[in-house]
């Protein structure tokens, strides 16, 4: 009965390192969401995706980021050239379905730091 | 600007003390209104969905109720094991964005023994 799994649970990158981060859907879920919890803020959506598609991403920076979610594999956001405004932690959700009052399902999220 | 807010900020209660949190929303057109529980250090956890108005659900010493312009989420004699942060959630209603939860800041509730 796996749950959302996201990896690594921690990563350190230096500033201008690129990070990568995994995160694999519910058995059955084809839609993943990705947001973002700075310190000492709330959740914010960065990202909506089904399988091959970027739906929404109305909340990713504009520049350094990207998401995808290949066919085969788990959903992988990716931040280039990492900045310490980038420490925070990543969480990844998946629903069954994509409509408004589906359930998104949380993993335990990735905790970034920037030295 | 579709906001949600959620009060109080922190709240301690001895355990066995019963209280309510409150999350109020100006969303346009509520599709779905979330509750979550968040343990430091993970991911949230699902609690309660609610979708429309007069709704409630309920679930072990919780239980969630909708009005037109707010959630409640009781907590009746509560454990220290209820310590935890409550998060609120509703959908946002615009264009291309109707799938993305907005997140209220969070209850942060401590239960003492």
């Known amino acids: 009965n796996a749950g959302v799994m996201q990896n690594p649970r921690h990563l350190v990158r230096r500033r201008g390192q690129e990070a990568r981060l995994r995160c694999s859907p519910m058995?059955?879920?084809?839609?993943v969401y990705w947001y973002r919890q700075l310190p000492e803020e709330g959740l914010k959506f960065m990202v909506y995706?089904?399988?091959?598609?970027?739906?929404?991403e109305s909340g990713m920076p504009k520049e350094r980021f990207s998401a995808e979610f290949p066919k085969e594999g788990p959903s992988i956001l990716r931040i280039q050239q990492v900045v310490r405004g980038d420490s925070a932690a990543y969480f990844c959700?998946?629903?069954?379905?994509?409509?408004?009052?589906?359930?998104?399902?949380f993993g335990p999220g990735t905790r970034l730091t920037v030295l | 600007e579709d906001q949600v807010t959620q009060s109080p900020e922190a709240l301690r209660l001895q355990e066995g003390e019963s209280s309510s949190l409150n999350c109020s929303y100006t969303?346009?057109?509520?599709?779905?209104l979330f509750w979550y529980r968040q343990d430091p250090g993970k991911g949230p956890e699902f609690l309660f969905t609610?979708?429309?108005a007069g709704e409630e659900k309920e679930k072990e010493r919780l239980k969630a109720t909708l009005t037109k312009k707010e959630s409640f989420l009781h907590i009746t004699a509560p454990k220290p094991e209820d310590s935890a942060t409550y998060l609120c959630?509703?959908?946002?209603?615009?264009?291309?964005?109707?799938?993305?939860?907005?997140f209220g800041s969070g209850t942060q509730l401590t239960v003492l023994p």
């Open positions: 959700a998946s629903s069954a379905a994509g409509g408004y009052t589906d359930t998104q399902y």
């Open positions: 959630a509703v959908h946002l209603i615009s264009s291309g964005s109707a799938r993305q939860l907005t």
């Open positions: 969303v346009s057109g509520l599709r779905g």
């Open positions: 609610l979708y429309s």
């Open positions: 995706l089904q399988k091959e598609n970027i739906i929404d």
């Open positions: 058995k059955g879920h084809s839609h």
